[in-house]
């Protein structure tokens, strides 16, 4: 089978691009498994701002407009709603976060984002809220795991391959062969797995482990996001995602009573009614020593490329880093150098 990219990883970062490559008409096989991934326990929230400090983000409005047009088109193709536009509202902690996000919201980099008016204590009741709330007022979740589903099912069910990818397989040259596929080229989209990848290794893939938990809450409104110590965030029929942990030394994905206990102490900060637990989970996200995606061409195999390293921001940054790389695979672009692996080939790289 002869095809112009591989793609291995099908997160929101595999997808993401496999979608560049089908809306340019490029061929392209997906390798990866069926396991639970990052990209399936992430709230998915699509949002602009550092809501701890009252910042946008890296290239916040670029991000935010390419990742609404993106999947706003793709709910065309995969015939689901999967965007809900919610506003989320950050719980002031004391009078001095009111006076600095009325400061923020006059910033030109931030008044697009964020009301000046803010939301009273007495808004909602189901909330803990004495120094009132600040609303986000271009943000949204994306249903990453049903979008993952149907992206699979209505657009690439005969371009998923189904399996752990062997790296031995693999065999660079002018194609890329790997058992009966040859690519032009090769682009991995692995996560924190990327961290076997004997051609990326050199990266500074940190990872951090993340912990969830799904609750049931029957009396919580379900059209706002709410921001505290942690995310509240609805999922629908009732149910909401509570996250998440930050844990930088423990790779693996079991959970922990600890990060269980954690979350919730965070969660009845701020939630004054009764919920049920339905699910704990846990998961490693693709983190980088810098923070900042890890995207480009390899040092010496030049159609062996990376999409990686997109932290909490996957649902936000994919789309926009996809056309990135296709841009550079295509046109020799230029990457931001933020994002470009080259920042640390002199440090890492070792041939």
Known sequence: ?????????????????????????????IVATDEESASHLAGGIVNPTVLKRFNPVWKATVFTDYAFSFYSDLEHWVQTNVVHPLPIYRIFNN?????????????????????????????????????????????????????????????IPNQFLCEKLDYNEIIPGEFIQYKNIKARRIVFCEGFDGISNPYFNY??????????????????????IFKGPIFLSPMGNKTFWVGATFNRKDKTTKVSEEGKE????????????????LEHKAQIRATVIDRRPLLGRHPIHDNIYILNGVGTRGVLMSPLLSNWLFRLIENNEKLPPEADIKRFEKQYFRN
């Open 1 to 29: 089978m002869k095809v112009d990219t591989l793609i291995v990883g099908f997160g929101i970062v595999g997808l993401s691009y496999a979608e560049q490559l089908r809306r340019h008409k490029r061929s392209y096989v």
């Open 95 to 155: 009078v001095q976060e009111q006076n600095d996000w009325r400061v923020a919201a006059s910033r030109t980099s931030l008044k697009k984002y964020l009301n000046k008016q803010l939301i009273s204590k007495d808004y909602f009741s189901e909330v803990n809220a004495p120094f009132s709330m600040g609303e986000v007022i271009q943000s949204a979740r994306v249903d990453i795991r049903t979008l993952l589903t149907y992206y699979i099912k209505k657009i």
């Open 203 to 224: 990266l500074p893939l940190i990872g951090t482990k993340g912990e969830i938990l799904t609750i049931k809450c029957e009396q919580l409104t379900e059209e706002v």
């Open 262 to 277: 954690w979350l919730l102490s965070k969660l009845k900060q701020f939630l004054k009614i009764p919920f049920q637990i």
